[in-house]
């Protein structure tokens, strides 16, 4: 555990950070609804008496079996805060009892409250050393691109509307890579183009995905995939243009808004017949 959490003395030395950390957890109404609730009171006061040890707590004659409850309450729903995918935060917080702290010893060394303490990870300073095997960043930047392609696959289906409400949520505010989807959309849509007409075999298929390198600000993402666009023209009634390829692409993904986001996507031209295929988006 030293490894992988601050020591006593390295959590109160950025007890500042660690603070700030906690109260942007607790104004998150995705994670605490009433930050009054005994759960999340326990859960401050355990970091209060972290970086300020003589700190006191309502908590302090506390039942046991109380604290038990409310440590399973705040781990669990941190937990379930922490692999929902696209977050990406600075300090990880771990409650604990002290008889699990391996490395640390028993007692005074580790401050908590009826022997349940909170231990923080960061996460920011170690970004850029992490091998790229740690399965928290590779599940969170993966589930990013496959949202992503899906994303893009149901703007083109919901033609001849447009709407960019999910393109926004996964790519980069006027990168590239948004910037050529929403270009293909107006373009289709002012053409009269569609995969919605009834019995239009249009799909996509993500066949493979790998993370092949990530620092604390940016990911590089390659992919297989299979995409089988079908477009049909209202004027004439035919279909008119048909996107049909499996091509490996390179994602490159950036840090925005605290969530990772597709900057630009990599793909070879398009081999499907096409008229002016310069002038034709790939997809």
Known sequence: MEGE????????????????????????????????AQQWRFFSDCIDRLVSPGSASEFDQADSRQLVSLKFEVESKLRRYYERPGKMVDYVFVMAHKRNLQGYPAGEEYPGIGGYCVLVRPLASEASNQPAEHPDVVSEILNVVSRAADAEFDAYAALPNISLEAIDRYFCNNGPARDEIQNLLYRHSAKGWVISNHMNPSTKRLLSISLKSW????????????????????????????????????YILKREDGSWKIFQNLRPSSRSGAPNRRKTPHR
């Open 5 to 36: 959490f601050l020591t006593r003395t390295a959590a109160q030395e950025r007890s500042g950070e660690i603070l700030a950390a906690r109260e942007g957890l607790l104004c998150n109404k995705a994670l605490v609804v009433k930050r009054s």
């Open 215 to 250: 620092s604390q600000s940016e990911a590089i993402v390659k992919t297989t995939e299979y995409w089988y666009l079908r477009w049909y023209g209202s004027i004439p009634n035919i279909y008119t243009y048909i996107y049909r390829e499996t091509n490996r692409q390179t």
